[in-house]
């Protein structure tokens, strides 16, 4: 014999409330109601990071150590809701319901707190399996109400045990039970059994074969009583799969998850007709759903800012430190430039950072820009770079010696000659190289040769041809 399960989950916000606190869970070894509490940004939260860590059963557990799983389980689920409460200060208070069915081999683990309700359709008779943990059902257990008087207690969802509101470990109801074929379970919140009695849920649990039919027939009564709160109800038929008809569909075994911890939470209610009317139009459209984190895929859950803000100071760092080296390297660098007349020697670089100059000069020499001759000059205003002062100054050096080769030749004057020049215009006579004493001066007058002969002029290159044999000196 192959046992499993053939159900179907459904949840409607209901005709009063404007935002659906109720979260369901049903899969082919999980089923699971939650019913949030805590106001209007809390309950939601709590029921749905429940069934969050919940779903993560719905797999084969061994049997010996189901019921321990499910405890355990639902136990990390509160410590969960705890550590939200105290992390998210508008989450104060918050709180949810459990009641949830962990399947294994033959056997169903059962936990139970709060209020939701798990019932049993078994051989046509339809029990409430579980027992509310009410301040009504403490009354009801000590005598002092009537089943008739509970239904009617202003007090009757005032609830004495849940997952959240206190810090110690919640006291759960657990219980290990035999999963027959042919079972038929039902698992409500209080938004349905409040409404529909407990005779009407076992006839229509008997008179509807599919368990989705049967779930949207169940929400239906709920939401024609006045649906006033959240209505989530979940069917499960115990099947045999060695059993089931030549042809017939097997069970599926895709999740189905309804309620605030849904992509669908926010759907509204599924009620159609003049109470649905008049409940769209009285309903509160001010308040905005509280935005949870725990079941959007589509964006990523809230981290600590912490780690990202380490980043960025280490980055910061690295750049302020990479910077630092960077003008300690430049300062170490020299160049030759000019300030407009002399020739200067910069320590830094040659460029500027924007506003801020990365050199800045350390000696005003005293050769003048004019006194260097054009390409020099060029040079200098495009600035010469230096791995250090020494080369600098090896540049400075080239630089005098090119100027003192450019510079002007000095004028001279002859002392001996009374007039200002040779000429008598005034100007000084200038002369390069010394004159050859052993010739005349080119300005002076030959003398006459002895018996009238002219004189041979002076030669005054000492490259001239000498004169041929037999020719008259």
């Not at 605030?260 to 308040?287: C, F, I, V, W, Y």
Request: hydrophobic share 35%; net charge negative; glycine share 8%.
């Amino acid at each position: 014999m192959t046992i499993a399960l053939r159900y179907a989950a459904r949840s409607d916000v209901g005709l009063v409330r404007s935002n659906n606190q109720d979260s369901g869970y049903a899969g082919s070894h999980l089923l699971a109601v939650a019913d949030g509490m805590g106001g209007h940004a809390g309950g939601d939260v709590a029921s749905s990071v429940a069934i969050g860590r919940l779903m993560r059963l719905d797999s084969e557990t061994p049997a010996s150590d189901m019921v321990a799983a499910l405890e355990q389980t639902v136990l990390d689920a509160n410590q969960e809701i705890l550590r939200r409460a105290r992390d998210e200060p508008q989450l104060a208070g918050l709180g949810t319901t459990i009641t949830a069915l962990l399947r294994t081999e033959g056997k169903f683990a059962l936990a139970h707190i709060g209020d939701s309700r798990a019932y049993l359709l078994r051989d046509g008779e339809t029990t409430q399996v579980t027992k509310d943990h009410t301040f009504v059902q403490r009354l009801l257990d000590e005598g002092r109400l009537t089943e008739e008087e509970a239904e009617r207690h202003p007090q009757r969802s005032v609830l004495m045990r849940v997952l959240g509101d206190v810090d110690a470990d919640p006291e759960l109801d657990l219980s290990l039970r035999p999963a027959h074929v042919g079972d038929r379970w039902m698992l409500c919140s209080d938004g349905l059994s409040g409404l529909v009695s407990l005779e009407t849920i076992g006839r229509t649990m008997q008179e509807i074969e599919d368990p989705g039919e049967c779930a949207d027939a169940l929400v239906q009564m709920a939401l024609k009583g006045g649906g006033p709160d959240n209505i989530t109800c979940i069917i499960a038929d115990v099947v045999d799969l060695d059993r089931l008809p030549r042809g017939a569909e097997p069970p599926s075994t895709a999740p189905q998850i309804v309620g605030s911890a849904a992509r669908t939470r926010n759907q509204p209610t599924a009620a159609s007709g003049p109470a649905a009317k008049a409940a769209a139009l009285t309903r509160s459209d001010s308040e905005v759903p509280y935005a949870d984190e725990d079941f959007t895929e589509d964006e990523p859950p809230l981290r600590s800012p912490w780690p990202a803000l380490v980043a960025v100071l280490l980055l910061l760092a690295l750049m302020a430190g990479a910077l630092w080296a960077a003008y300690s390297w430049s300062q170490k660098q020299f160049f030759v430039g000019t300030d407009g007349t002399h020739v200067v020697v910069f320590q830094g670089l040659a460029q500027d950072l924007g506003p801020i100059p990365l050199s800045s000069p350390v000696e005003v020499t005293d050769i003048e820009l004019e006194q260097l001759p054009p390409i020099m000059r060029q040079q200098v205003q495009r600035t010469i770079s230096a791995p250090d002062r020494e080369a600098a100054d090896e540049v400075v050096q080239r630089l005098a010696g090119a100027a003192q080769i450019n510079a002007p030749a000095t004028p001279t004057t002859d002392p001996a000659d009374g007039t200002d020049g040779p000429d008598g215009t005034g100007e000084p006579s200038q002369s390069t190289e010394p004159a050859d004493p052993s010739g005349p001066a080119p300005s002076e007058p030959a003398e006459e040769a002895p018996g009238g002969v002219d004189p041979l002029p002076s030669r005054t290159e000492r490259t001239a041809t000498p004169p041929d044999d037999g020719e008259t000196s």
